[in-house]
């Protein structure tokens, strides 16, 4: 095993809409997606992501920081990174983001990386449940210059030569040993990701951006002025920092609708009927085995 040192871990998340309840309502002229009329929660394979990187500072030392792309409630993801772990989290947040295809959103995450500077590791999950592309990792490797291994499933080794991932396929798996920097992208088989810790959600229960600071006075009166309460969010690394594009190093023609080559033509709805059925044994086995395909199929979460 190497000396533990200070490896700096990316970790990209999303929040993303409940895709379980996507109807012709939330989709909008231009053909991008009206988040706000659905629900929104932690991409599932990004929290596999993260667990990976938290578990790889824990054998090997070192720091994680999170990034997340989109409009100010997904802090909420950021918060829960912080919850599970996380040593620092940052939301890109612009209008001039809005609208990205993944070409533009691997981009901005691209800046966003090389602004941070020193970096060993990317961690993203495989794909996003609301465009199941699967690109947004791979195309942040490609613009980042460095390695990538896909369908990562666990971290076997890592010595001073480099890394070995396990990638898991559905017909079955291999190693892959590549130099860092490198990227990977994480399956939801990889780990079971850690709950928030109580703890954590008791140090970090302030945690905000600026444009939150009104919601938390109204809560927290105690601290009166806006100045007051970002004086101590940032005495206690409670101040969730916010990039916007002026903050990166961007050609702003490649971000959001603008710099998007691909956009959504047309959607069609699939409406799923009973036409077969299937015997689930009476034992615990059958119904983990039941519980284990629901999740998979993303029929529930």
């Known amino acids: 095993m190497p000396p533990i040192r200070s490896y700096h871990s990316v ?30 929660i932690f991409n599932p394979e990004d929290l596999n992501a993260l667990e990976m990187a938290l578990n790889f500072k824990e054998r090997y030392g070192g720091r994680v920081t999170v990034l997340s792309m989109g409009p100010l409630q ?15 989290v940052i939301l890109l947040s612009d209008r001039k983001f809005a609208g990205a295809d993944t070409q533009a959103t691997s981009y ?9 500077g020193q970096f060993d590791l990317v961690f993203c999950g495989r794909q996003a449940i609301d ?7 791979p195309q942040v490797a490609e613009k980042l210059h460095i390695p990538q291994i896909t369908y990562a499933e666990s971290i076997v080794e890592l010595d001073e030569s480099g890394i070995v991932v396990q990638r898991a396929f559905d017909l079955g798996s291999e190693l892959v040993k590549c130099t860092l920097p490198c990227l990977l992208t994480v399956v939801g088989s990889a780990n079971q990701p850690r ?7 008791i140090m970090y ?22 100045e007051t309460l970002e004086a101590y969010l940032a005495e206690r690394n409670l101040k969730i920092q916010m990039w916007s594009a002026a903050d990166l190093n961007v050609d702003e023609a490649q971000l959001g609708l603008g710099g998007s080559p691909t956009q959504v033509y047309k959607i ?10 299937q015997e689930v044994p009476a034992t615990p086995e059958g119904i983990q085995a039941l519980v284990h395909e629901l999740i998979q199929e993303y029929i529930v979460g």
């Open 205 to 226: 229960k302030l945690a905000a951006l600026p444009a939150e600071y009104d919601k938390l006075l109204e809560k927290w009166p105690e601290f009166g002025t806006t």
């Open 74 to 88: 997904a802090a909420n993801v950021l918060r829960e990174a912080l919850y599970r772990g996380a040593d620092q």
């Open 11 to 40: 970790v990209l998340v999303k929040q993303v809409p409940d895709t379980r309840n996507v109807t012709g309502e939330v989709m909008t002229a231009d053909g991008t997606m009206n988040r706000s009329a659905l629900a929104a």
């Open 108 to 116: 901005t995450l691209k800046c966003a990386v090389e602004k941070l």
């Open 195 to 201: 709950p928030a810790s109580a703890r954590k959600q």
């Open 131 to 137: 465009g199941d592309t699967a690109q947004v990792g």
């Open 268 to 277: 069609n709805y699939v409406v799923l009927e009973t036409t077969d059925s």
